[in-house]
C-alpha cells in the first residue's frame, strides 16, 4: 500500500520552475530519502505535500487524503519539521512542546512512549529558552514537536544540515527506531552518505527526478569503469587526467579523484604509466565500486 501518491505534480514561483512534472509514490511503512543538492526543489516539494503551498500542475495523496481538498483532515495526520528550525525561539523546551500538544488536542503524556528516546535526551534543559539550544539539541526538539501527536506520516527536509557528526548520527538512528513503530518518514539531504541509510531514494536536482530506486540499486546502476586516483600535486593530476585521451570525467572525491573512463573497459596500470610519464610518479590508482554521489553526478551528466 502506498501512502504517497504523487502524480505529475509541478509549481513555479514566477518564471522559475521549482519542481516539474514529479511522478513517484512511498510505501506505507517505508523510510524514502530524497537526495540532492540546494535549489534541487525538496523544500518545494515538502511544503507542497504538507498543505503549505499549492500546486500548479498534477495532484497528490498523502495517507490517502488529497493534499488541497483534504487539507484540515490531512494536517492532524502530519509531522512536518522544515529545514529551519521554526519553534517559538523565546518558549522553554517544555513550552514549546506543550503548545504544539495542545494545538493537536493531545498531551505530552499521552504520547509520551513515542518521544521518550529522543526528548529524555533533552528533557534535563526543558526550562531553558529553545533559542539558546545547540544545534543538536534543536534539532532533538523539533523532531519531538513533530512527533508529539503521533503522526502517520512524517517529512524532515534535511534534518541533519549544520549539525555534527554525532549528532547526524543519534538522529538516524532515531529515525529507524521510528520507522519500527510504523510511522512512514519521508526525508530530504544533501549528504549522499546519508542515502545508504533510506529503503528507497529519490535522486532530484533541478526539480526534477533522475532516478528512484533502492540505493543499492542505484548503485550498481553505475555503467562505466571508476578508478581513484591519488598524487601530491592535486591540481596537476587533475590537469593530466583530464588530458588523458580517454578520459571521460573526473570529479573530486575527499583526498582523491573519481576518474571514468570513455571505453567500456580499463587497465589502472596503463593509467598509472601514464601518469609517472607526465612527472607525477607518486600516483596511485586503484578500481573502485561506485557510490551513489557518482551516480548522481553521472545522471546529471546524462540530463544536461
Known sequence: MNTVIVNELSKGYGAVQAVEGLTFSVEEGELFGFIGPDGAGKTTLF???????????GEAHVDGLHVVKDFKALRRRLGYMPGRFSLYQDLTVLEDLTFFATVFGTTIEANYDLIKDIYQQIEPFKDRKAGQLSGGM??????????????????????????DAVSRQEFWEMLKRL???????????????????????????AGRLLR?????????????????????????????????????????????FHYTDARPATDPSALRQYLHEHGLEDAEVRPIRAGIEDVFMALMEEAG
Open 212 to 256: 528512484v530506486d533502492t540505493p543499492e540499486n542505484v548503485e550498481a546502476s553505475y555503467q562505466r569503469p571508476l578508478l581513484a586516483v591519488q598524487a601530491a600535486d592535486r591540481y596537476r593530476l587533475l590537469q593530466t587526467l583530464r588530458a588523458f585521451p580517454h578520459a571521460h570525467a573526473v570529479y573530486p572525491f575527499g583526498e582523491a
Open 179 to 205: 520507522k519500527a513503530e510504523g510511522i512512514t518518514i519521508v526525508v530530504s539531504t544533501p549528504y549522499m552518505d546519508e542515502a545508504v541509510l533510506c529503503d528507497r531514494v529519490a535522486l532530484m536536482q
Open 47 to 57: 511544503r507542497t505535500l504538507v498543505t503549505l503551498l499549492l500546486p500548479d500542475e
Open 138 to 163: 534543536k534539532q532533538k526538539l523539533a523532531l519531538s514537536c513533530a512527533l508529539v501527536h503521533r503522526p502517520r506520516v512524517l517529512f524532515l527536509d534535511e534534518p541533519t544540515t549544520g549539525v
